[in-house]
Protein backbone atom coordinates (compact mmCIF):
# COMPACT_ATOMS: atom_id res chain seq x y z
CA UNK A 1 0.00 0.00 0.00
CA UNK A 2 1.12 3.91 -0.42
CA UNK A 3 0.06 6.78 0.90
CA UNK A 4 1.96 10.32 1.86
CA UNK A 5 2.78 11.33 5.17
CA UNK A 6 3.85 14.78 6.03
CA UNK A 7 6.45 15.56 9.07
CA UNK A 8 5.85 19.39 10.19
CA UNK A 9 8.64 20.66 12.24
CA UNK A 10 10.86 17.81 11.02
CA UNK A 11 13.76 19.43 12.30
CA UNK A 12 13.34 17.77 15.88
CA UNK A 13 15.27 14.77 15.80
CA UNK A 14 13.71 13.04 18.55
CA UNK A 15 10.64 12.74 17.42
CA UNK A 16 11.29 12.53 13.30
CA UNK A 17 13.25 9.94 13.57
CA UNK A 18 11.85 7.87 16.26
CA UNK A 19 8.18 8.04 14.62
CA UNK A 20 9.69 7.10 11.23
CA UNK A 21 11.44 4.39 12.71
CA UNK A 22 8.04 3.02 14.10
CA UNK A 23 6.04 3.64 10.82
CA UNK A 24 8.20 1.97 8.58
CA UNK A 25 8.59 -0.88 10.90
CA UNK A 26 4.88 -1.91 9.19
CA UNK A 27 5.56 -3.84 6.56
CA UNK A 28 2.87 -3.19 4.26
CA UNK A 29 4.43 0.78 4.83
CA UNK A 30 7.61 -0.49 2.93
CA UNK A 31 6.18 2.04 -0.39
CA UNK A 32 4.49 5.22 1.32
CA UNK A 33 5.57 8.66 0.34
CA UNK A 34 7.52 10.42 3.23
CA UNK A 35 8.03 14.20 3.31
CA UNK A 36 10.15 16.37 5.87
CA UNK A 37 9.38 19.78 6.34
CA UNK A 38 10.85 22.36 8.82
CA UNK A 39 11.33 26.56 8.97
CA UNK A 40 15.38 25.42 9.84
CA UNK A 41 17.05 25.08 6.49
CA UNK A 42 20.39 23.00 8.55
CA UNK A 43 18.07 21.24 11.30
CA UNK A 44 16.20 20.37 8.28
CA UNK A 45 19.02 18.98 6.59
CA UNK A 46 20.98 16.77 9.54
CA UNK A 47 17.67 14.91 10.21
CA UNK A 48 16.90 13.81 6.98
CA UNK A 49 20.39 12.65 5.86
CA UNK A 50 20.45 10.25 8.79
CA UNK A 51 16.71 9.27 8.29
CA UNK A 52 17.51 8.58 5.03
CA UNK A 53 20.80 6.57 5.65
CA UNK A 54 18.57 4.43 8.41
CA UNK A 55 16.16 4.12 5.47
CA UNK A 56 18.83 2.69 2.91
CA UNK A 57 20.53 0.49 5.81
CA UNK A 58 17.31 -1.04 6.78
CA UNK A 59 16.73 -1.96 2.45
CA UNK A 60 14.31 -0.07 1.69
CA UNK A 61 13.87 2.33 -1.53
CA UNK A 62 11.87 5.05 0.15
CA UNK A 63 14.24 8.90 -0.85
CA UNK A 64 12.53 11.53 1.90
CA UNK A 65 11.08 14.44 0.37
CA UNK A 66 12.34 17.39 2.14
CA UNK A 67 11.42 20.98 1.87
CA UNK A 68 11.34 24.40 3.75
CA UNK A 69 8.46 24.72 1.54
CA UNK A 70 5.03 23.43 3.83
CA UNK A 71 2.56 23.31 1.13
CA UNK A 72 5.01 21.71 -1.23
CA UNK A 73 5.25 19.17 2.10
CA UNK A 74 1.43 18.91 2.19
CA UNK A 75 0.76 18.31 -1.19
CA UNK A 76 -1.75 15.43 -1.72
CA UNK A 77 -0.87 14.04 1.84
CA UNK A 78 -3.49 11.62 4.23
CA UNK A 79 -1.27 12.08 7.21
CA UNK A 80 0.40 14.75 8.57
CA UNK A 81 2.11 14.66 12.33
CA UNK A 82 2.74 17.88 13.95
CA UNK A 83 6.20 18.68 16.54
CA UNK A 84 6.65 22.26 15.77
CA UNK A 85 7.76 24.64 18.55
CA UNK A 86 6.75 28.22 17.61
CA UNK A 87 9.67 30.31 18.64
CA UNK A 88 12.03 27.81 19.50
CA UNK A 89 14.33 27.45 22.63
CA UNK A 90 15.03 31.39 22.41
CA UNK A 91 11.03 32.10 22.78
CA UNK A 92 10.54 29.12 25.58
CA UNK A 93 13.46 31.07 27.54
CA UNK A 94 11.17 33.93 27.75
CA UNK A 95 8.21 31.89 29.07
CA UNK A 96 10.20 30.77 31.62
CA UNK A 97 12.36 33.49 32.56
CA UNK A 98 9.93 36.31 32.29
CA UNK A 99 7.64 34.81 34.67
CA UNK A 100 10.41 33.61 37.11
CA UNK A 101 10.68 37.60 38.01
CA UNK A 102 7.05 37.73 39.11
CA UNK A 103 7.83 34.38 41.32
CA UNK A 104 6.38 32.20 39.09
CA UNK A 105 8.45 29.17 39.14
CA UNK A 106 7.73 26.39 36.23
CA UNK A 107 9.42 23.78 35.55
CA UNK A 108 8.40 22.94 31.95
CA UNK A 109 6.25 25.81 30.90
CA UNK A 110 4.77 24.03 28.18
CA UNK A 111 1.64 23.11 29.03
CA UNK A 112 -0.59 25.71 31.36
CA UNK A 113 0.79 28.20 33.70
CA UNK A 114 2.41 31.35 32.48
CA UNK A 115 4.65 29.53 29.82
CA UNK A 116 1.95 27.39 28.55
CA UNK A 117 -0.46 30.25 27.70
CA UNK A 118 2.17 32.17 25.60
CA UNK A 119 3.19 28.76 23.55
CA UNK A 120 -0.08 28.09 23.03
CA UNK A 121 -0.31 31.86 21.56
CA UNK A 122 2.46 31.48 19.19
CA UNK A 123 1.54 28.02 18.52
CA UNK A 124 -2.10 28.74 17.70
CA UNK A 125 -1.91 31.11 15.25
CA UNK A 126 0.89 28.89 13.21
CA UNK A 127 -1.50 26.32 13.76
CA UNK A 128 -4.33 27.85 11.87
CA UNK A 129 -2.27 28.99 9.16
CA UNK A 130 -0.66 25.29 8.95
CA UNK A 131 -4.83 23.81 8.74
CA UNK A 132 -5.45 26.48 6.05
CA UNK A 133 -2.34 24.79 4.05
CA UNK A 134 -3.25 21.59 4.44
CA UNK A 135 -7.25 22.44 3.78
CA UNK A 136 -5.81 23.47 0.20
CA UNK A 137 -3.37 20.90 -0.68
CA UNK A 138 -3.94 17.94 1.16
CA UNK A 139 -6.05 14.95 0.39
CA UNK A 140 -9.70 15.76 1.76
CA UNK A 141 -9.67 12.67 4.05
CA UNK A 142 -6.65 13.74 5.62
CA UNK A 143 -5.97 13.03 9.23
CA UNK A 144 -3.62 15.66 11.47
CA UNK A 145 -1.69 13.86 14.41
CA UNK A 146 -0.59 16.81 16.93
CA UNK A 147 2.16 16.13 18.93
CA UNK A 148 2.75 19.84 19.50
CA UNK A 149 2.18 21.26 22.78
CA UNK A 150 0.29 22.93 24.66
CA UNK A 151 -1.84 19.74 23.13
CA UNK A 152 -4.82 20.64 24.29
CA UNK A 153 -5.24 24.09 23.59
CA UNK A 154 -3.49 23.48 19.84
CA UNK A 155 -5.77 20.29 19.44
CA UNK A 156 -9.10 22.42 20.19
CA UNK A 157 -7.93 25.19 18.00
CA UNK A 158 -7.59 23.19 14.99
CA UNK A 159 -10.66 21.20 15.35
CA UNK A 160 -12.72 24.28 16.14
CA UNK A 161 -11.30 26.89 13.79
CA UNK A 162 -9.25 25.08 11.50
CA UNK A 163 -11.54 22.94 9.94
CA UNK A 164 -8.99 19.89 9.92
CA UNK A 165 -10.05 16.75 11.65
CA UNK A 166 -6.78 16.61 14.92
CA UNK A 167 -5.96 13.68 17.34
CA UNK A 168 -3.74 14.81 19.72
CA UNK A 169 -1.00 12.03 20.82
CA UNK A 170 0.60 11.77 24.08
CA UNK A 171 2.83 9.61 25.81
CA UNK A 172 1.84 10.56 29.62
CA UNK A 173 -0.23 7.28 30.00
CA UNK A 174 2.05 5.12 28.83
CA UNK A 175 4.47 6.39 31.47
CA UNK A 176 2.20 6.22 34.53
CA UNK A 177 0.74 2.72 33.46
CA UNK A 178 4.45 1.37 33.49
CA UNK A 179 5.13 3.51 37.12
CA UNK A 180 1.12 1.43 38.19
CA UNK A 181 2.82 -1.66 36.98
CA UNK A 182 5.77 -1.36 39.37
CA UNK A 183 4.37 -0.37 41.86
CA UNK A 184 2.93 -3.77 42.24
CA UNK A 185 5.91 -6.12 40.71
CA UNK A 186 3.80 -6.70 37.79
CA UNK A 187 4.64 -6.30 34.20
CA UNK A 188 2.65 -3.85 32.29
CA UNK A 189 1.28 -6.05 29.72
CA UNK A 190 -0.58 -7.64 33.20
CA UNK A 191 -1.92 -4.37 34.26
CA UNK A 192 -5.31 -3.34 32.33
CA UNK A 193 -5.88 0.55 32.76
CA UNK A 194 -8.69 3.20 31.79
CA UNK A 195 -7.53 7.07 31.76
CA UNK A 196 -9.34 9.76 31.31
CA UNK A 197 -9.55 13.65 31.86
CA UNK A 198 -7.37 16.11 30.10
CA UNK A 199 -4.03 15.92 28.68
CA UNK A 200 -1.29 15.59 31.14
CA UNK A 201 -4.09 15.95 33.82
CA UNK A 202 -5.44 12.61 33.13
CA UNK A 203 -6.47 9.83 35.66
CA UNK A 204 -6.16 6.41 36.27
CA UNK A 205 -9.71 5.99 37.41
CA UNK A 206 -9.65 2.29 36.63
CA UNK A 207 -6.81 -0.28 37.61
CA UNK A 208 -7.17 -4.31 37.40
CA UNK A 209 -5.04 -7.03 37.40
CA UNK A 210 -7.13 -10.63 36.61
CA UNK A 211 -9.65 -8.56 37.43
CA UNK A 212 -9.37 -7.89 40.60
CA UNK A 213 -9.38 -3.52 41.31
CA UNK A 214 -5.62 -2.46 42.13
CA UNK A 215 -7.09 1.32 42.68
CA UNK A 216 -7.63 1.19 46.45
CA UNK A 217 -4.05 -0.08 47.18
CA UNK A 218 -2.36 2.29 44.98
CA UNK A 219 -1.42 4.92 47.69
CA UNK A 220 0.38 2.67 49.78
CA UNK A 221 2.19 0.69 46.72
CA UNK A 222 3.94 4.25 46.04
CA UNK A 223 4.54 5.43 49.34
CA UNK A 224 6.37 2.10 49.72
CA UNK A 225 8.17 2.17 47.16
CA UNK A 226 11.91 3.33 47.05
CA UNK A 227 12.13 5.71 44.86
CA UNK A 228 8.68 7.06 43.65
CA UNK A 229 8.22 7.88 47.51
CA UNK A 230 10.70 10.57 47.01
CA UNK A 231 10.73 11.43 43.29
CA UNK A 232 6.54 11.54 43.05
CA UNK A 233 5.77 13.57 46.29
CA UNK A 234 3.51 15.81 43.96
CA UNK A 235 1.20 12.78 42.72
CA UNK A 236 1.66 10.71 45.35
CA UNK A 237 0.32 14.05 47.46
CA UNK A 238 -2.46 14.39 44.71
CA UNK A 239 -3.38 10.97 44.69
CA UNK A 240 -3.90 10.97 49.01
CA UNK A 241 -6.06 14.25 48.67
CA UNK A 242 -7.68 12.98 45.23
CA UNK A 243 -7.82 9.65 45.45
CA UNK A 244 -6.77 8.59 41.99
CA UNK A 245 -3.13 9.00 40.63
CA UNK A 246 -2.53 11.71 37.50
CA UNK A 247 -0.72 10.92 34.45
CA UNK A 248 1.83 13.80 34.61
CA UNK A 249 5.28 13.79 36.07
CA UNK A 250 6.19 15.57 39.16
CA UNK A 251 7.54 18.75 37.95
CA UNK A 252 4.67 19.05 35.51
CA UNK A 253 1.68 18.57 37.61
CA UNK A 254 3.03 20.72 39.95
CA UNK A 255 2.84 23.43 38.01
CA UNK A 256 -0.53 22.87 37.00
CA UNK A 257 -2.51 23.27 40.38
CA UNK A 258 -1.70 26.30 43.30
CA UNK A 259 -0.16 24.10 46.35
CA UNK A 260 3.41 23.03 45.54
CA UNK A 261 5.53 25.91 43.73
CA UNK A 262 3.65 28.89 44.96
CA UNK A 263 6.17 29.24 48.45
CA UNK A 264 9.96 29.35 47.00
CA UNK A 265 10.65 28.04 50.33
CA UNK A 266 8.43 24.86 50.13
CA UNK A 267 9.15 24.25 46.12
CA UNK A 268 11.79 21.71 47.08
CA UNK A 269 10.20 19.98 49.89
CA UNK A 270 7.89 18.73 47.14
CA UNK A 271 10.52 18.19 43.96
CA UNK A 272 14.17 16.21 43.59
CA UNK A 273 17.01 16.89 41.35
CA UNK A 274 17.95 13.34 40.47
CA UNK A 275 15.83 14.11 37.42
CA UNK A 276 15.10 17.32 35.69
CA UNK A 277 11.40 16.10 34.89
CA UNK A 278 11.08 15.83 39.16
CA UNK A 279 10.43 19.38 38.99
CA UNK A 280 13.83 21.33 38.81
CA UNK A 281 13.18 25.43 37.78
CA UNK A 282 13.38 25.41 33.96
CA UNK A 283 14.38 21.93 33.71
CA UNK A 284 12.94 20.53 30.02
CA UNK A 285 14.56 24.28 28.78
CA UNK A 286 17.86 23.49 30.31
CA UNK A 287 18.10 19.94 28.50
CA UNK A 288 16.21 21.01 25.78
CA UNK A 289 18.99 23.44 25.25
CA UNK A 290 21.80 20.65 26.10
CA UNK A 291 20.28 18.52 23.67
CA UNK A 292 20.00 20.62 20.89
CA UNK A 293 23.72 22.03 21.20
CA UNK A 294 24.61 18.32 21.98
CA UNK A 295 23.16 17.23 18.02
CA UNK A 296 24.10 20.19 16.36
CA UNK A 297 27.63 20.05 17.25
CA UNK A 298 28.27 16.10 17.40
CA UNK A 299 26.61 15.34 14.11
CA UNK A 300 29.02 13.80 12.29
CA UNK A 301 29.44 11.02 14.95
CA UNK A 302 26.06 9.99 14.65
CA UNK A 303 26.10 9.23 10.98
CA UNK A 304 29.21 6.82 11.92
CA UNK A 305 26.53 4.83 14.47
CA UNK A 306 24.91 1.64 14.00
CA UNK A 307 21.37 2.97 12.16
CA UNK A 308 17.97 2.52 13.59
CA UNK A 309 16.75 -1.08 13.01
CA UNK A 310 13.10 -1.30 11.31
CA UNK A 311 11.74 -4.47 13.03
CA UNK A 312 8.31 -4.64 15.45
CA UNK A 313 10.59 -5.62 17.92
CA UNK A 314 11.82 -2.18 17.76
CA UNK A 315 9.05 0.17 17.53
CA UNK A 316 8.71 2.65 20.40
CA UNK A 317 5.05 3.28 22.43
CA UNK A 318 3.97 6.71 20.68
CA UNK A 319 0.24 6.51 19.30
CA UNK A 320 1.20 7.94 16.16
CA UNK A 321 2.22 5.07 13.86
CA UNK A 322 -0.28 2.05 15.30
CA UNK A 323 -3.24 4.75 14.42
CA UNK A 324 -1.84 5.00 11.30
CA UNK A 325 -1.42 1.27 10.67
CA UNK A 326 -4.87 0.27 11.92
CA UNK A 327 -6.24 2.76 9.98
CA UNK A 328 -4.46 1.11 6.77
CA UNK A 329 -4.34 -2.70 7.67
CA UNK A 330 -7.80 -3.02 10.02
CA UNK A 331 -5.73 -4.73 12.61
CA UNK A 332 -6.89 -2.74 16.28
CA UNK A 333 -4.88 -0.79 18.06
CA UNK A 334 -6.47 0.59 21.47
CA UNK A 335 -4.73 3.74 23.32
CA UNK A 336 -5.64 7.08 25.08
CA UNK A 337 -6.12 9.97 22.47
CA UNK A 338 -7.07 13.83 22.60
CA UNK A 339 -10.12 14.37 20.86
CA UNK A 340 -12.78 17.20 21.24
CA UNK A 341 -15.35 15.42 24.25
CA UNK A 342 -18.84 15.69 22.70
CA UNK A 343 -19.95 14.09 25.48
CA UNK A 344 -16.90 11.50 26.34
CA UNK A 345 -16.78 12.47 29.67
CA UNK A 346 -20.39 13.73 31.04
CA UNK A 347 -18.85 16.71 33.51
CA UNK A 348 -16.17 17.97 31.64
CA UNK A 349 -17.51 20.89 28.72
CA UNK A 350 -18.72 19.23 25.38
CA UNK A 351 -16.05 21.76 23.61
CA UNK A 352 -12.69 21.03 25.21
CA UNK A 353 -10.58 18.30 24.42
CA UNK A 354 -10.07 15.54 26.85
CA UNK A 355 -7.50 12.47 26.59
CA UNK A 356 -9.56 8.82 26.88
CA UNK A 357 -9.63 5.19 25.70
CA UNK A 358 -10.33 4.91 22.03
CA UNK A 359 -9.85 1.81 19.68
CA UNK A 360 -8.82 2.10 15.89
CA UNK A 361 -9.71 0.19 13.06
CA UNK A 362 -10.18 -0.22 9.55
CA UNK A 363 -13.21 2.14 10.19
CA UNK A 364 -11.52 4.73 11.79
CA UNK A 365 -10.87 6.09 15.68
CA UNK A 366 -13.63 5.11 18.16
CA UNK A 367 -13.68 7.08 21.09
CA UNK A 368 -15.11 4.75 24.18
CA UNK A 369 -17.43 6.81 26.76
CA UNK A 370 -16.25 7.43 30.15
CA UNK A 371 -19.39 9.00 31.75
CA UNK A 372 -18.19 10.97 35.28
CA UNK A 373 -15.35 11.49 36.42
CA UNK A 374 -14.72 11.68 40.11
CA UNK A 375 -15.45 15.09 41.34
CA UNK A 376 -12.52 15.26 42.81
CA UNK A 377 -10.69 14.68 39.64
CA UNK A 378 -13.30 16.72 37.17
CA UNK A 379 -12.70 19.81 39.46
CA UNK A 380 -9.10 20.28 38.45
CA UNK A 381 -10.07 19.45 35.07
CA UNK A 382 -12.53 21.78 35.02
CA UNK A 383 -10.05 24.69 36.57
CA UNK A 384 -7.90 24.27 33.60
CA UNK A 385 -10.09 23.94 31.06
CA UNK A 386 -11.33 27.48 31.97
CA UNK A 387 -7.77 28.35 31.49
CA UNK A 388 -7.18 26.63 27.77
CA UNK A 389 -11.25 28.04 26.63
CA UNK A 390 -9.88 31.77 27.32
CA UNK A 391 -6.20 31.15 26.13
CA UNK A 392 -7.53 30.01 22.95
CA UNK A 393 -10.38 32.33 22.48
CA UNK A 394 -7.49 35.13 23.01
CA UNK A 395 -5.31 33.53 20.88
CA UNK A 396 -8.05 32.88 17.71
CA UNK A 397 -9.43 36.74 18.28
CA UNK A 398 -5.75 38.39 19.43
CA UNK A 399 -7.84 39.73 22.38
CA UNK A 400 -4.88 40.62 24.64
CA UNK A 401 -7.71 41.54 27.66
CA UNK A 402 -8.99 37.38 26.99
CA UNK A 403 -5.04 36.90 27.27
CA UNK A 404 -4.51 38.74 30.86
CA UNK A 405 -7.81 36.70 32.07
CA UNK A 406 -6.44 33.52 31.11
CA UNK A 407 -3.58 34.06 33.26
CA UNK A 408 -5.35 35.84 35.92
CA UNK A 409 -7.71 32.13 36.30
CA UNK A 410 -4.62 30.18 36.45
CA UNK A 411 -4.09 28.07 39.04
CA UNK A 412 0.00 28.87 40.21
CA UNK A 413 -0.24 32.52 38.29
CA UNK A 414 -2.97 33.07 40.96
CA UNK A 415 -1.97 31.74 43.49
CA UNK A 416 2.01 33.87 43.26
CA UNK A 417 0.73 37.11 41.16
CA UNK A 418 -1.75 39.82 42.25
CA UNK A 419 -3.58 41.39 39.15
CA UNK A 420 -1.42 44.55 38.63
CA UNK A 421 2.07 41.91 38.37
CA UNK A 422 -0.50 39.94 35.85
CA UNK A 423 -0.83 42.73 33.27
CA UNK A 424 2.46 43.61 33.81
CA UNK A 425 3.80 40.06 33.27
CA UNK A 426 1.26 39.68 30.37
CA UNK A 427 2.41 43.17 28.70
CA UNK A 428 6.89 41.81 28.83
CA UNK A 429 5.72 38.50 27.59
CA UNK A 430 3.91 39.75 24.55
CA UNK A 431 6.70 42.31 23.95
CA UNK A 432 9.39 40.06 24.17
CA UNK A 433 7.40 37.27 22.13
CA UNK A 434 6.53 39.79 18.76
CA UNK A 435 7.92 38.59 16.50
CA UNK A 436 5.40 34.93 16.85
CA UNK A 437 2.42 36.98 17.61
CA UNK A 438 1.04 38.21 14.28
CA UNK A 439 -2.26 39.01 15.52
CA UNK A 440 -1.74 40.84 18.55
CA UNK A 441 0.39 43.74 16.62
CA UNK A 442 -2.07 46.80 18.24
CA UNK A 443 -1.66 44.84 21.92
CA UNK A 444 1.87 44.74 22.07
CA UNK A 445 2.39 48.55 20.71
CA UNK A 446 0.04 49.51 23.71
CA UNK A 447 1.84 47.30 25.99
CA UNK A 448 5.42 48.72 24.90
CA UNK A 449 3.91 52.19 25.67
CA UNK A 450 3.22 51.10 29.23
CA UNK A 451 6.21 49.00 29.72
CA UNK A 452 8.30 52.75 28.49
CA UNK A 453 5.92 55.10 30.80
CA UNK A 454 5.81 52.91 33.72
CA UNK A 455 5.33 53.58 37.01
CA UNK A 456 6.21 49.85 36.82
CA UNK A 457 5.71 47.03 39.46
CA UNK A 458 8.86 46.03 41.70
CA UNK A 459 10.05 42.63 39.78
CA UNK A 460 12.90 40.39 41.01
CA UNK A 461 15.29 40.76 38.41
CA UNK A 462 17.61 38.03 37.95
CA UNK A 463 15.79 35.79 39.87
CA UNK A 464 16.30 31.64 39.27
CA UNK A 465 13.72 30.61 41.34
CA UNK A 466 14.26 28.06 43.63
CA UNK A 467 15.74 24.64 41.95
CA UNK A 468 17.43 26.06 38.89
CA UNK A 469 20.48 24.47 37.28
CA UNK A 470 23.11 25.32 34.96
CA UNK A 471 23.21 24.54 31.16
CA UNK A 472 26.09 22.09 30.94
CA UNK A 473 28.49 22.85 27.90
CA UNK A 474 29.11 21.03 24.95
CA UNK A 475 32.87 19.75 26.44
CA UNK A 476 31.06 18.58 29.85
CA UNK A 477 28.46 16.52 27.51
CA UNK A 478 31.27 15.20 25.95
CA UNK A 479 32.53 13.05 29.07
CA UNK A 480 29.25 11.07 28.58
CA UNK A 481 28.54 10.70 25.37
CA UNK A 482 25.64 8.24 25.87
CA UNK A 483 23.86 10.38 27.99
CA UNK A 484 23.98 13.23 25.89
CA UNK A 485 22.84 11.12 22.64
CA UNK A 486 20.16 9.75 24.64
CA UNK A 487 18.93 13.24 25.36
CA UNK A 488 19.70 14.52 22.19
CA UNK A 489 17.76 11.48 20.36
CA UNK A 490 14.59 11.06 22.48
CA UNK A 491 11.22 13.02 22.12
CA UNK A 492 10.40 12.16 25.20
CA UNK A 493 13.33 13.58 27.48
CA UNK A 494 12.02 12.14 30.76
CA UNK A 495 11.50 8.46 29.58
CA UNK A 496 14.55 7.65 31.60
CA UNK A 497 14.11 9.02 35.37
CA UNK A 498 17.07 8.87 37.31
CA UNK A 499 16.54 7.97 40.71
CA UNK A 500 16.29 10.28 43.77
CA UNK A 501 19.38 11.87 45.86
CA UNK A 502 19.58 10.54 48.80
Excluded at 296 to 305: G, L
Excluded at 307 to 327: C, F, N, V, W
Excluded at 475 to 489: G, P
Amino acid sequence: MSFKIAFIGAGSIGFTRGLLRDLLSVPEFRDIEVAFMDIDERNLGMVTELCQRDIRENGLAIDIQATTDRREALRDAKYVICTIRVGGLEAFRTDVEIPLKYGVDQCVGDTLCAGGIMYGQRGIAEMLSLCRDIRECAREDVLLLNYANPMAMLTWACNQYGGVNTVGLCHGVQHGHHQIAEVFGLDKREVDIVCAGINHQTWYIQIRHNGRDLTKGLLEAFEKHEAYSRTEKVRIDMLRRFGYYSTESNGHLSEYVPWYRKRPDEINDWIDLGSWINGETGGYLRVCTEGRNWFETDFPNWMKEAPKTYAPDQRGEEHGSYIIEALETGRVYRGHFNVVNNGIISNLPDDCVVEAPGYVDGNGISMTKVGALPLGPAAVCNVSVSVQRLAVEAAVRGDDMLLRQAFLMDPLVGAVCNPKEVWQMVDEMLVAQERWLPQYGAAIAEAKERLESGPRVPTRDGYQGAARLRVKSVEEMRQDREAANKNASEADKGKDRAEAKA
